[in-house]
Nanobody, 119 residues
Framework: QVQLVESGGGLVQAGGSLRLSCAAS????????MGWYRQSPGKQRELVAV???????NYADSVKGRFTISRDNAKNTVYLQMNSLKPEDTAVYYC?????????????WGQGTQVTVSS
């Protein structure tokens, strides 16, 4: 059994910062890419940022220069530092990871954490 547990969401004023964390636990053999997605009401879930095991990153255009994704492979944890937050960043943020358990590789999702940015 594998779990992804997110933390760090909350309410912040525009221009403020938040740091999200997501820790993977369970019978993990290895973790490949880890990433953050978000979904706001009436919209599809969208990719925010992704990071490979080696540290290569990719960001949505809307967050480039403001958000930074990082990971601690020893702790099976991925982070999302969000600066200069805007009201349009308001969404539920989900952690995602590609995890191998024994010989099977699957995508896992966290339960989501709410981020609300007030104007």
């Amino acid at each position: 059994q594998v779990q992804l547990v997110e933390s760090g969401g909350g309410l912040v004023q525009a221009g403020g910062s938040l740091r999200l964390s997501c820790a993977a636990s369970g019978s993990i053999a290895s973790i490949s890419a880890m990433g953050w997605y978000r979904q706001s009401p009436g919209k599809q879930r969208e990719l925010v940022a992704v990071i490979t095991t080696g540290g290569a990153t990719n960001y949505a255009d809307s967050v480039k220069g403001r958000f930074t994704i990082s990971r601690d492979n020893a702790k099976n944890t991925v982070y999302l530092q969000m600066n200069s937050l805007k009201p349009e960043d308001t969404a539920v943020y989900y952690c995602n990871a590609e995890i191998r358990v024994l010989l099977v590789r699957s995508n896992y999702w966290g339960q989501g954490t709410q981020v609300t940015v007030s104007s």
